[in-house]
């Protein structure tokens, strides 16, 4: 006799319910008229069009779907998504991210309840992560660091720079009992994302959780990669020569006027202390920021 856990009970009822629950006969046309059967096909045909809807193109949708297969067609119940391609899984979530379409709209274009679509974007999004995160953005190494320092100077004339810091809010419902925590100076309620980009605008580090109240320099002050940095932990290339110069100055990330000024963070000069030589630094860091 096999001895069922609570969680087993559980599943196990939830399998009842749903085996038992009518299929709302809107949802039983997905596959006639949801947004994926109607568009996708379509759109892969039309490379803009398709990485308008996505924000990537097909080369690179193709190869997720391959790479986290396993853990999209797996789950507590894989059951309640039979029939969801992971490729439909990928092209709702990314729909879900470039838009930020409310679910209950994804639910009616889409053709599946609500709830389904929630745990679509939230499983793919874990999936993406966990496969994709060591082998796309790992933690730098001083050799990867160097490259970028040698493709700042290439790209944009800016010496021992290792990467360009910003922050992003991204707008979201304000959290319960959160109070105005994450009420921003825009205005609105969000999270605060910190990035870090090299020159060929890849991210290279990034933190999301920072909370909308939270200036950059606020962020950056209590993110991990503060810390990391303050240790000495995050592999920076030893301080070398500025190109044509016997001037020894340290690798930095670059920063707008939002950031601290650190030895390895720099920031512009000051509107206070302006000169035309200061004036030219800050158009140079500006430039080379907006990679």
Known sequence: MIEMTNDSNLFLTLDLLWAKEEV???YRARKINGEFYRNYEEQRQNPDKFYDYTRMSVETFDYIPETVKSDLE??????????????????????????GQPFKRLS????????????IVYSTCRAIWKNLVYLHMPKPTEELLKKITEKYYEKWQFPNCI???DGKHCRLKNPKFAGS?????KHFFSMHLQAVADADKRFICIEVGGRGKQSD???FHYSNLNHL????????PRPQYLPRSDIILP??????????????????????????QNDLFNKRLSRARKT
């Open 24 to 26: 709302d006969p809107y």
């Open 74 to 99: 797996s789950g507590i119940n894989p059951k309640r998504f039979r029939g969801i391609s992971p490729a439909e899984k990928l092209y709702l979530t990314l729909g879900f991210l470039a838009s």
């Open 108 to 119: 009616l274009s889409f053709r599946m309840g609500k709830t389904t679509v929630a745990n």
């Open 163 to 165: 990467g360009a810091i």
């Open 181 to 185: 925590s994450h009420y921003n100076y």
């Open 217 to 219: 320099a606020g962020t």
């Open 229 to 236: 940095l303050q240790c000495n932990n995050f592999n920076i």
């Open 251 to 276: 690798m930095v990330f670059i920063g707008d006027e939002g950031y601290p000024l650190k030895t390895y963070l720099m920031r512009p000069y000051p509107q206070s202390v302006l000169n035309a």
